[in-house]
């Protein structure tokens, strides 16, 4: 193993466990949405994880639509509907619900979409909050700026679960080249992981879909270079 995959694995563990399980398990999931739903954020973010793992945890598919600073695909997006920059920003077309706050997209999706009331580890707004920022801390400049690229014709899907220390990293890329997709929730329990396992062989995260090359894949240092490597202008950072 490379020092720099080393590095990589070992601050993204880091940061798991500040937030251990948390979005790891399938907490139940009373109705699917029969449109996706639509969430602008960035990875690093604290509070965006936290949105991130009440989906994971009701083992939700919405399409994310990467805001990175300096991003210039999606972050006027949210200016314009919403009015202001503030991330996270829930859109969910089936209620023609939009909202900021992480605290209140927790509790509408537990409402909506769940039995009502969200676990502890994402009600708890001070806990919450504060150990989401320690993990964001542990790779505070992964995920969090825009690198030049070029859009897919078609949304990349990725399989995942938020607790995973591999799948962040396939999730940094895809949020520094603004790639929209829709993200796949499979954690502990969840009743979509026969599905998933149907299409990729195993129960094995992160696993890439880019419906515009073919290209099905698992590994998340794998996952970044072809990411990277397909979608990144000539001379973007890496």
């Given amino acids: 193993m490379s020092l720099a995959r080393f590095l990589d694995v070992t601050t993204s563990t880091a940061a798991s466990a500040a937030r251990p399980n948390f979005g790891n398990v399938h907490y139940g999931r009373r109705k699917v949405p029969e449109q996706p739903l639509e969430l602008y954020e960035f990875e690093v973010c604290p509070y965006c994880r936290i949105a991130r793992e009440a ?19 999606f972050r006027e997006k949210v200016k314009s ?6 991330y996270p920003y ?10 900021y706050e992480s605290a209140d997209i927790v509790a509408y999706l537990f409402q909506e979409y769940g039995h009502g009331r969200a676990p502890w580890f994402l009600r708890q707004r001070a806990f919450a909050v504060s150990t989401s920022m320690l993990a964001s801390g542990f790779r505070p400049n992964r995920g969090r700026h825009a ?8 949304l990349l899907e990725l399989y995942s679960y938020e607790g995973s220390p591999f799948c962040r990293i396939a999730r940094e890329a895809l949020c520094e080249l603004e790639l929209p997709h829709q993200l796949r929730n499979v954690p502990r329990r969840s009743p979509d992981r026969e599905g998933f396992v149907s299409i990729s062989g195993q129960m094995k995260v992160p696993y890439l879909l ?29």
């Fill in 210 to 238: 880019d419906p515009n090359t073919g290209v099905q894949m698992f590994e998340s240092d794998d996952i970044r270079r072809y990411l990277y490597r397909t979608y990144a202008i000539e001379g973007a950072a890496k």
């Fill in 81 to 86: 509907e919403g009015g202001r920059y503030q």
């Fill in 90 to 99: 829930l859109v969910d077309p089936n209620n023609g619900v939009s909202m």
């Fill in 55 to 73: 989906m994971s945890a009701l083992s939700l598919d919405p399409i994310i639509y990467p805001c990175p600073r300096g991003g210039t695909l």
């Fill in 147 to 154: 690198v030049r690229s070029r859009q897919p014709d078609q």
